[in-house]
């Protein structure tokens, strides 16, 4: 019996022991591992967590919310967990320093669409199928021996818009710029990728309609969706996916008929002799497909196209449509670009790539658009997926969300000398550059998840804006004052001019 008890006893103080000694490790342990806090943030209310914190113009919420709690915040929208990043040091950090580790891309409902989140090189994970179509698209589109080649179409459609432009002038009536700007820019990259325009001048009505399914797209993508931020709503209770399905099959007529003509025309006879007859991006994507199916197939390239006509298209003419519309709302700012154009150039010649170089003035017009108006306001949602991360003193929990707010690091006055005005002399003594590498300009995004477009809107952007200027004088629709030009936005997944730009071209003077 005496045995028992002090066997029991024994037993009792090795447990106690092995307890104590357990529960000073793990302190021990978790003193000298303690967590960074997460980043502050406001109170969130129960359930909707900071949602109604977030107005229409979302990036100036953030943008707002910023100063008070700093340049690195938390919300919850719903029960999600988003991190706001608004300042150029620590969207380096993201972008750059940390860029793996935050590479993933948070797919958002809406893109359940023709299950494009499955296919979209803007949304798949940075692994093998992303690498093959990154590399694909740059080999074909935008590389710049791609772009050299190319360099034809993008005159051809140039010398359409100012055509078009001209027929207007003609008959002294105001042009819809933002219809102009999308017709330029969708028959760019339709002319490269299938040797073809899908945009007719002479059919109007058809221009608006794509424009606007385009833009369409832009704003249920960018829209709020509750069955992003509660994830027990299964249902598409606000149809946006659906709306998003038809909006996409609209955009794929573009895209599927050119394609069976091509493979039709590969596979006739004599289709040997015909491959690479077109020397476009079709002719070489499908050659890839043919040769190393693993790399690339019919799909993925269909959707890569999808991409590149909705996020090309949109952001390209809108920014087209912002410059002309700064110029025109800054007369001092259009009479100093169109001296240079007539000093390098010659009065009332279209310019071509190479005159870019000897430009800096218009160059400067142009960075100061994307400035004053990033395409992407917030760029696409980061996604931290494998595990917590610590950046700045704080820890970034897994799952987050991560939000670059490029709009409200290039409108910060912390950053930019009076950042509402649209002043490009500010980037005459500067080296700063929207190549992604200078984080107070990030227009395109940065690192490996850079707009893949970005080659493409540096060489198509200042050809055509100096090229409108320099071949008219232009005035605003009904004899609108320059002060009075309405320049609110529109914001979707993008931000918009919410009127339209229209203005008439008038013969040089």
Known sequence: MDYLITSLGFLFGSILLHALVTISRSFS???????????????????????????EHYHKSLADLAKTYGPIMTLKLGFLNYVAITSPAMAKQVLQKKDLEFSGKWVAKALHAHDQYKYSVVMLPVEARWRSLRRSMNSAIFSGARLDVTEHVRENTIQELLDYCKSYSLRNEAVDLSVAAFMTTLNSLTSAIFSKNVMDPNLESSIRDMRDVMWNIAIEAGAPNLADYFHFIKFDIQGVTRRLTNHFSRVLELIID????????????????????????????????????????RTHMERLFLDLFIAGSDTTSS????????????????KLAKEELARVVGKGKPIKERDVDNLPYLQCVLKETL???????????????????????????????????????????????????????????????????????????????????????????????????????????????????????????????????????????
């Open 319 to 334: 920014t087209l449509e912002w410059a002309m519309a700064e110029l025109m709302k800054n007369p001092e700012t259009m």
């Open 29 to 55: 342990k978790n003193k000298k591992s303690k967590k960074l806090p997460n980043p502050p943030g406001p109170t969130p209310l129960p359930i909707i967590g900071h949602l109604h914190l977030l107005g």
């Open 258 to 297: 050119p394609i069976d003509e091509r493979i039709q025309q590969r596979d006739s006879k004599g289709g040997i002799e015909k491959k690479n007859k077109y020397n476009d991006a079709l002719d070489l994507l499908l050659s890839i497909i043919d040769e190393n199916p693993q790399d690339l197939d």
């Open 371 to 509: 400035r004053l108006h990033p395409p992407v306001p917030t760029l696409i949602p980061r996604l931290l997926k494998e595990r917590d991360v610590e950046l700045c003193g704080y820890t970034i929990p897994k799952g987050s969300k991560v939000i670059v707010n490029v709009w409200g690091i290039s409108h910060d006055p912390n950053v930019w000398k009076d950042p509402l005005a649209f002043k490009p002399e500010r980037f005459q003594e500067s080296d700063l550059e929207v190549r992604g590498l200078d984080f107070e300009l990030l227009p395109f995004g940065s690192g490996r998840r850079i707009c893949p477009g970005l080659p493409f809107a540096r060489r198509l952007l200042p050809v055509a804006i100096g090229s409108m200027i320099n071949s008219f004088d232009w005035e605003l629709e009904d004899g609108m004052k320059p002060e009075e030009l309405d320049m609110e936005v529109k914001v979707g997944l993008t931000l918009k001019k919410a009127q339209a730009l229209r203005a008439v071209p008038k013969p040089m003077s």
